[in-house]
């Protein structure tokens, strides 16, 4: 099963019916509203910021089907329904605005749902949901079957600071996906809530209630609607279209939104962590989400030890210290550890987040039990984005020919550069797989990324170990060949030294056919590429284009070299 | 560099079995203090070897200002129960000594070949040349 374990969706179906009136009358509902992009890890996201929080699914909280729910595709639908027991909100839980939404800080008794949800990366905003159902009729149906609004009256989830119901300013958003409705059509829409008769005024802007209905209907993978409203020339709406029933309606209270607003991501918070801003970016920089992602799915906390084998430009460890970890972290590369300058290095991007700089050796990670001393289990946590070959070659120790090894003179010894020479992607698997499993912590987790084309069966392909487990596989696409996987395993079995060369054996399920689909990745790329048509006038053009900077650069040499020596030759003449 | 880091180290010079712990020769040592944290210090402290951490406090001792806290002579990282007990000063300390003191510019001597690994910008090069391995 693609997702792994712990699939959200379906889990705890006690409730058959997608009413939700009939749900539970003791249950505090959430509708949980996923971005509409790198669909594959929401489930896993979610289920990791729930463990993350020491929030038990099955004990503290329960999956609910959606409405109009199909096992087939509810995984591509952006929305997850969680319910809590109603005795445990104002206890173990809370979901007033007053807890600082400071991932730092944190009440040790009481979980706040907002700032515990806010972590993912991925969730668009949360809501307190007071009425579900296939259409608006049966929304509005389950809200007057229900007590979200009684509840809401007494206030006693508030919190204390919290003003009363009848001088609470609001406003309602509609929210329909996949099609745009008129001003009228909003309007007539939001009518439909008048019963509920809210006694505080309507406030457009900082309402103290932002309530949220939302008319979902079925999306393709980029977001738009399967059947659009309106057609693409003329903007006419098509009626087989509009005339269809809707897959679900929705109406709820927006939480957090004090301190988040609507949409929980538009904020400033992802735009701090934003690569952009970072001072030293190198070629194989990870995009920032996609390591704040990452962080989530390896549990990392403060006070975890983090380690990445393949550190690069440390773009994933700066994520990781962001969440409060030790960091440490080792490349082969010692330009990239280096950095380009005293301003552009690695230690001046941390410095630059406030954060201490990292543990960095250069050292193989190949031969990691030569480097480092036997040493009890270490890690929480290993995140890291190999090198595969594409933007940057992996590189081992040794020499590139074999057999030919020339002694280095003593004088050039400590200037030398020892050469490297290429290290299979089949082999940097396996060696990763086997430094986590002998260096993480039972229960810790390595979160990786690898490259795959279209051929690629996680079933079958994915790298293995004996005392690894897969617990989550996220699929991306990256353009029509090419899609990277972010893998998550977790250690459930102690490391034998006496069996590594069996562990290595039996990485790849398939042998060399696995490994050979990971490997070799950029000549399958250029092989592709050469096959598309214009490929050769597009190389013909890239090469002029390299002749024309060469024959510049070695230009503005020339003038240089002449420029200086004339001031000489002027100098030498005073 | 860390301490922490330089007590996992070794080297790995070819057919040399006794290359840990590595000696420090320090040319630029640089400290920071950062407030301790008991509970990963002490999560922490039965994988480290403790002989070796005060070898190599010792080693950069001449090089910090103000001089690094003394470490206690005996104390068995393996005991949890022990470690429980130790007092907040010492468990200060022994954070200072793991955490706040990097070396900068320097070597790392191999105890059995004497090969000198070196330490620039705070980043070991453990990497051996072509004509080592």
Avoid at chain 1, 204 to 224: A, H, I, K, N, W
Avoid at chain 1, 354 to 365: F, H, Q, T
Avoid at chain 1, 459 to 488: A, K, M, N, S
Avoid at chain 2, 119 to 132: A, C, S, T, Y
């Amino acid at each position: 099963m693609p997702h792994g374990s712990g699939s959200a969706v379906g889990a705890d179906d006690n409730h058959a019916s997608n009413n939700m009136s009939s749900s539970n009358a003791e249950e505090y509902v959430l509708l949980i509203e996923f971005v509409h992009k790198h669909l594959d890890f929401h489930n896993a996201e979610l289920l990791s910021t729930l463990e993350l929080n020491g929030i038990i699914q099955g004990t503290d909280c329960h999956f609910r089907p959606l409405p109009n729910a199909n096992p087939l595709s509810d995984s591509t639908r952006p929305f997850y329904i969680l319910s809590l027991p109603w005795s445990s909100i104002g206890c173990k839980f809370s979901v007033s605005d007053e807890h600082d939404i400071d991932e730092s800080k944190g009440n040790a008794k009481q979980i706040n749902l907002v700032s515990a949800l806010a972590r993912c990366t991925l969730i668009r905003s949360v809501v307190e949901l007071w009425g579900t159902g296939r259409t608006m009729d049966e929304c509005v149906e389950s809200i007057q079957n229900g007590n979200a609004l009684r509840r809401h009256q007494e206030g006693k989830h508030l919190g204390s600071d919290a003003k009363v119901f009848k001088e609470r300013s609001w406003k309602i958003t509609v929210h329909t996906l996949g099609g745009t409705y008129t001003r009228e059509e909003h309007s007539e829409m939001r009518s439909k809530f008048s019963f509920l008769e809210l006694p505080g005024r309507v406030k457009m802007r900082d309402p103290d209630d932002e309530y949220l209905f939302v008319r979902e209907v079925e999306l393709d993978s980029q977001g738009g609607a399967v059947y659009p409203r309106h057609s693409g020339v003329n903007r006419e709406i098509i009626p087989e279209h509009d005339a269809r029933p809707s897959l679900a309606c929705y109406f709820g209270r927006i939480l957090g939104n004090s301190k988040l607003g609507r949409n929980w991501r538009g904020s400033n918070r992802l735009e701090q962590y934003s690569l952009k801003k970072r001072a030293y970016l190198g070629p194989t920089s990870m995009d920032s989400e996609l390591s704040l992602i990452m962080t989530n799915l390896a549990l990392i906390r403060k006070g975890s030890m983090v380690f990445d084998p393949f550190v690069g430009t440390a773009s994933i460890l700066l994520t990781a210290a962001l969440r409060g970890a030790y960091v440490f972290g080792t490349d082969i590369d010692l330009r990239v550890l280096r950095g380009r300058s005293e301003d552009e290095n690695i230690a001046s991007n941390f410095k630059q987040y406030g954060l201490r700089p990292p543990e960095l050796v250069r050292c193989d990670n190949a031969i990691y039990h030569r480097h480092f001393r036997d040493h009890l289990p270490m890690f929480d946590a290993i995140v890291t984005d190999p090198p595969y070959g594409i933007r940057a070659g992996a590189k081992k120790s040794g020499a590139r020919k074999e057999g030919e090894v020339r002694p280095i003179l003593d004088e050039h010894r400590y200037d030398h550069v020892a050469q490297t020479r290429p290290y299979a992607v089949s082999d940097v698997m396996a060696d990763l797989l086997n430094v986590a499993a002998m260096t993480l912590k039972m229960g810790g987790r390595l979160v990786y990324v690898i490259p795959s084309m279209l051929d690629f069966d996680e079933e079958q392909d994915l790298p293995r170990h004996d005392c690894l487990r897969i617990v989550y596989v996220c699929f991306q696409p990256l353009g029509t060949e090419l899609g990277r996987r972010t893998v998550t395993m977790e250690k459930i079995k102690e490391y034998d030294e006496s069996k590594r060369s069996l562990y290595l054996k039996d990485v790849w399920l398939n042998g060399s056919e696995s490994a050979e689909k990971v490997a070799n990745i950029r000549d399958r790329l250029l092989e592709a590429a050469k096959k598309k048509p214009g490929y050769e006038e597009k190389a013909a053009i890239r090469k002029q284009k390299r002749r024309a900077t060469k024959e510049a650069k070695k230009k503005a040499k020339r003038v240089a070299g002449a420029q200086s020596a004339n001031s000489a030759s002027q100098a030498g003449d005073e | 560099m860390r301490l922490l880091t330089h007590n996992f180290l070794k080297s790995n010079v070819r057919g040399t079995e006794n290359g840990y712990p590595l000696t420090i020769e320090a040319t630029t040592v640089r400290c920071e203090e950062s407030p301790a944290d008991r509970e990963f210090v002490l999560g922490l402290l039965p994988k480290v070897n403790y002989p070796a951490l005060q070898a190599a406090a010792r080693q950069l001792n001449p090089h910090c200002d103000p001089p690094l806290p003394d470490l206690p002579e005996d104390l068995d990282p393996s005991d949890a129960g022990g470690n429980e007990r130790l007092d907040d000063a010492t468990v200060g300390a022994l954070h200072r000594v793991l955490f706040d003191v990097y070396l900068v510019e320097g070597w790392l001597v191999c105890p059995d070949t004497g090969r000198k690994f070196p330490v620039k910008d705070g980043i070991p090069n453990m990497i051996l040349h072509e004509d080592e391995i």
